[in-house]
Structure formats: structure tokens, C-alpha cells
């Protein structure tokens, strides 16, 4: 079974959002095959948004992501990243559909409360630094 890592973020956490976003997944059809709540250090957060090292925002992105606690996932299913990339939306929730949880649930590109890896290497890679 294909499977890809998810993580509510702090934002999301905050909201009490988590049960929402959950029980999205399992109505999609995703399967929760391990989930955790947990703080992300400064390194984790550097080392999750590595691609992102150069934009402006990034020192602001880091700060975001490691100011709470996050609640980690790997979900399982077919095409999982992809499958989990449509439900989660557009980065910025102006554009993200309604009916997509970005769409539904943030109004800004910077707390837009749900990660969802980009492609399997990096599914593989996000499940190995947090779940060991
Ligand atoms: P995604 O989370 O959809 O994979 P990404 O990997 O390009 O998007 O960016 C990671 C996160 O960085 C994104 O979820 C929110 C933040 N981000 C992206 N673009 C931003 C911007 N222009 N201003 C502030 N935060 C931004
Ligand atoms: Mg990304």
C-alpha cells in the first residue's frame, strides 16, 4: 500500500482541529497507520523545509512550524501523496477549492494547518525523521 506523511500543524493544533482533519483522511478512504503528537526542534524544522532554505520567508516559516506542538501522520492509500495532496489543497488557501481542507479551514499562505509530502522520496524521507 502506497503511504505518504501528513502533519496537522500548529495552527491546525491550535484550532483543535485535529479530529476535523483526521476524520477527512479516513472519509477519503486513507487508512492512519501511525500518528503522534509531537514539538518540532529548530533543527527538525530546517532540516523539513531544507527546499526552502532561500525565500525571504523562511526564518518565518521555521518559527511557525516549532511554535506548538504538531500532530504527525503516516497515512496509507492508494497514490497516497497525490491522493492526499488534492484532499489538502492549493498552498495558499486563496486558492485552494472549498471542499479541500486548506479551502475549508485557513485564510493564509503562512498557517495554512495541514502538511502533506510533495512525492514518495519525500514521503519516505519525512516518515524516517520523525517516526524511528
Ligand atoms: P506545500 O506546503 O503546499 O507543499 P511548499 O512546500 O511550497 O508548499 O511550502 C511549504 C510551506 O511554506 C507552505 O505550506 C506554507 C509556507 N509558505 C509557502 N509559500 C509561502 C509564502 N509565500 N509566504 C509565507 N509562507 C509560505
Ligand atoms: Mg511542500
Redesign the pocket.
Known sequence: MDRTFVMVKPDGVARGLIGKIVTRFEEKGFTIAAAKLMQLNQLEAERH?D??RAKA?FG??VAFITSGPVFAMIVEGKDAVKNARALIGA?NPLEAALGTIRGDYAMD??S?IV??S?NDENAEREIGMYFR
Open positions: 523545509y527546499h526552502l520567508f518565518e516559516l498552498t499562505v503562512a495554512n502538511h502533506g510533495d
